[in-house]
């Protein structure tokens, strides 16, 4: 139900009027907005925000940016709010609090191995289904114990197929107008309700590609896989070259296949190096390596599996993997800005809210709940759960709508502190952040969601000022050339930070260049394995 008296879901009225702002020797006239009675003109916030939104990296770019009180939901600074920006992965907003509001923080998926067939001493006359609810985080260790607990009931021969059902969810793998040039690129994976994560940032629908030069020039590089599994095929094009020449290896699928190419040189003496490579058909690639776990625990299957089809009704568990609980997987997902996650949550959505399973459910249940949050959705638009696509369009107003009403929910600490910490080294703390606003009073105070694409930068979250009084920020950026903007966007938090907003005692943090160490913004930081943040 909505919450008309709470005081983040009022409006105050606008006022507007004419700043004039001196910017490296040059006049610019600004329109800005601010609530009646203290605003930017009152207090020297709004001079400050727009000196360091004057920057030359935004020109001819686009900015949305709210800033708010987080108590009273009072808007000290608004430049064009309303206007509807690609938020990258501050879309990853809405989704997470609808999850934690839909599904509950206690929410678990679950694995089963189920059967219909009878059992004659070790033999299980029937098939044997392997079900994902999904959960994307299942390791190849959890379908190891899946198979181990299987053979410890004594079951060592199944007469029939083991199938996989992945009905959970619909066939759509990819979401609307995800970039056909990140097909097998980790961060842009096929989603499924049954699949597979090769390691603790839970990248689930990937496989990890260890290459290392070989013992000699001329030979083939060495090539691992991480977990080890069949379903893949490797093609070793590549070529170790004497030590000094140019590093050239490169590792992808083909389109379509499960084939992964290494080509080109790698010299003698280069570090081992590490790729995260989607596969096609993730149910297949989890059937797979069940199927293998299986083998190895003694299980022997007669028939070769099936995919897609669904668990009889009646069926009985034989055995069972729990996920952790939502309020932990929150963590993962939010500081690594896992988008397989988010899509797997909107879909989980969709089959809670609606029975089904797809992204047009999971959206409008989402949307839903954004509604109820006191957002305005008829303002933007929602195409995918993680932001990847470059439909989704947000204004600022809502993300920092959304930012003030979730305060008053149960879950809100769980989810709170799921966003990643500027400059918290630890990478499960400060996630996407750790490595920004270091050595300023925003480090261990700032937290925010941040999101990158080509040409489309945002940061959204909550710092407290230097007088104590805690603030809610969104700042989405769009149509820039330059390759960074992210130090515009930790400018204004560090301003924010540095800043007694209720005194007017403002201290402005000048933006720098795109420093040398700071990746191209046209991906997420923490997509970029295994570069630092």
Same mark, same amino acid.
């Given at each position: ?15 507007? #009027? ?60 608004? *430049? ?28 678990? =998926?679950?694995?089963?191995? !189920?059967?219909? #067939?009878?059992?004659? #001493? ?9 079900? @994902? ?11 190891? *114990? !899946? ?27 990819? @979401? *609307?107008?995800?970039?056909? +040039?990140?097909?097998?690129?980790? =961060? ?10 090769? +390691? ?30 069949? =379903? ?59 199927? &293998? ?10 028939? /070769? ?70 957002? *305005? ?30 305060? &008053? ?9 799921? !966003? ?14 750790? /490595? ?18 080509? /040409? ?33 966007? +930790? ?28 990746? &191209? ?13």
């Amino acid at each position: 139900m909505s919450r008309p008296m709470n005081p983040v879901n009022r409006r105050p009225g606008l006022r507007r #009027g004419w700043i004039w702002t001196a910017v490296a020797g040059l006049a610019c006239t600004l329109t800005l907005s601010s609530p009646a009675g203290a605003g930017p003109a009152d207090t020297g916030l709004g001079d400050a925000i727009d000196t360091i939104l004057a920057d030359a990296r935004l020109d001819g770019g686009a900015v949305s940016v709210v800033i708010a009180d987080a108590t009273t939901g009072e808007r000290l600074y608004r *430049r064009d709010a309303a206007d509807r920006l690609m938020p990258a992965s501050n879309t990853k907003l809405p989704t997470s609090v609808a999850a934690m509001a839909l599904l509950g923080p206690e929410h678990r =998926y679950t694995t089963d191995v !189920l059967t219909t #067939g009878t059992r004659h #001493g070790s033999t299980l006359h029937g098939d044997l289904y392997l079900r @994902g609810s999904g959960d994307p985080t299942t390791l190849a260790k959890d379908y190891e *114990r !899946l198979a181990a607990d299987l053979a410890a009931s004594g079951i060592r021969r199944v007469t029939g197929r083991l199938v996989a059902d992945d009905t959970r969810f619909d066939d759509q793998r990819l @979401g *609307r107008s995800w970039a056909a +040039d990140d097909e097998s690129s980790y =961060y842009s994976a096929q989603i499924s309700p049954l699949t597979l994560a090769p +390691d603790t940032d839970y990248d689930s629908g990937t496989v990890v590609v260890e290459t290392a030069p070989g013992a000699r020039p001329g030979a083939r590089p060495t090539v691992k896989l991480t977990p080890p599994n069949d =379903y893949v095929r490797l093609d070793v094009q590549g070529t170790t070259v004497e030590q000094g020449r140019p590093d050239t290896l490169t590792v992808e699928r083909r389109h379509g296949t499960n084939t992964i190419t290494v080509s080109g040189d790698i010299p003698l003496g280069a570090n081992p190096t590490k790729e995260w490579i989607t596969v096609w058909e993730p149910t297949g690639y989890a059937t797979a390596v069940f199927a &293998d776990a299986l083998a190895a625990h003694g299980v022997r299957i007669s028939g /070769s599996p099936r995919l897609g089809h669904p668990t009889p009704p009646g069926a009985r568990t034989l055995a069972s993997h729990r996920s952790m609980p939502l309020k932990e997987l929150l963590r993962p997902f939010m500081k690594l800005s896992n988008n397989m996650h988010a899509e797997a949550l909107t879909k989980t959505i969709g089959h809670r809210a609606a029975g089904r399973g797809t992204w047009e459910a999971g959206l409008k249940a989402i949307g839903g709940h954004l509604a109820k949050e006191g957002v *305005r959705t008829g303002s933007l638009r929602q195409a995918d759960g993680s932001g990847l696509s470059r439909m989704n369009l947000f204004p600022a107003e809502e993300l920092a709508t959304l930012l003030l009403s979730v305060r &008053d929910e149960s879950w809100y600490a769980d989810w709170y502190a799921s !966003l990643p910490v500027a400059c918290a080294q630890d990478r499960a703390v400060g996630g996407t952040l750790r /490595s920004r606003m270091c050595s300023t009073p925003a480090a261990l105070n700032a937290r925010g969601k941040t999101g990158s694409l080509t /040409s489309a930068s945002a940061l959204s979250g909550y710092v407290t000022d230097a007088g104590g009084r805690e603030l809610v920020y969104s700042v989405v950026l769009n149509g820039y050339l330059a390759s960074s903007v992210k130090s515009i966007e +930790d400018a204004v938090v560090v301003t924010l930070a540095s800043s007694d907003t209720a005194k007017g005692t403002i201290t402005t943090a000048r933006p720098t260049g795109a420093r040398a160490t700071e990746p &191209d913004t046209a991906l997420e930081c923490s997509w970029r394995k295994p570069a630092r943040c």
